[in-house]
């Protein structure tokens, strides 16, 4: 059974869902544009079988806070500040969509703190022809600002982003969306084989594969992190400045 958390980090409050052994490696979960912590509940109860799982609403996602201020640099910050936060000295990290790009660039940033990195329909950083962009009606789940200034960074990245993959050294799985994705695929084949020595798995179910397809994304992304082929130390639960987590009051 998850628990919901509240780490602060400088300048916003991160709420997550955390589940798992305690004394399990850790793993984050980071989602897409829009989406947050409870997205992941078709799969997270798996990985929690044997890691201490993380799922972070990003700052203006979900009950995390809204602090008026976004970026996708912004959000890797957020996220080296909330490992901190709860002690997580390595880790893993299975990543969807927009969240993605912020996974890499945290282990292009950081490669010695991420050890495994599972992108799933991850967007390759290069110049695209905008889709529009369309409010939809009532009160979101999200700050609208925060969609239209990561969507800015996401039409236009910059280039040192897409030179910065070849910094990553985390085990690497890259997992495609095939045909019915929205997402180019070519783009996400070229993600792969920017990310040295990255394994491109394709489960052609759409963009949404760890809905859409939960229990075989369970079960190859397990597989991937639990895989000990590798001499690499294992991830510590424990580390840097650590903290304990704190139940959140509320939504």
Do not use: K, N
Request: with cysteine; proline share 12%; aromatic share 4%.
């Amino acid at each position: 059974m998850a628990e919901r958390c509240t780490a602060r980090v400088p300048g916003v409050g991160l709420s997550y869902e955390v589940s798992g052994p305690p004394d399990a490696a850790p793993l984050l979960l980071l989602a897409g544009l829009g989406e947050g912590a409870v997205d992941w509940a078709p799969v997270a109860p798996e990985f929690a079988r044997d890691h201490r799982v993380y799922a972070l609403d990003l700052r203006g996602h979900g009950h995390s806070g809204r602090p008026g201020r976004y970026s996708l640099e912004l959000m890797r910050d957020d996220v080296r500040a909330f490992l901190d936060a709860v002690g997580a000295d390595r880790v893993r990290i299975v990543a969807h969509s927009m969240g993605g790009v912020v996974a890499h660039l945290l282990a292009a940033a950081e490669p010695e703190r991420v050890t495994r990195l599972v992108l799933e329909d991850v967007p390759l950083p290069r110049p695209r022809t905008p889709p529009p962009l369309v409010r939809p009606a009532g009160e979101p789940p999200f700050d609208w600002e925060m969609v239209v200034a990561v969507r800015r960074q996401l039409d236009t990245p910059p280039a040192h982003w897409r030179d910065g993959l070849g910094s990553i050294t985390a085990r690497t799985l890259v997992v495609a969306g095939g045909p019915l994705s929205h997402v180019p695929q070519d783009g996400v084949a070229e993600l792969a084989r920017r990310i040295p020595g990255a394994r491109l798995l394709p489960l052609p179910v759409g963009h949404l594969i760890h809905r859409d397809a939960p229990r075989e994304f369970a079960r190859e992304v397990r597989a991937f992190l639990t895989d000990r082929a590798d001499p690499a130390s294992p991830e510590r639960p424990g580390g840097r400045a650590s903290g304990p987590e704190t139940p959140a009051a509320g939504p």
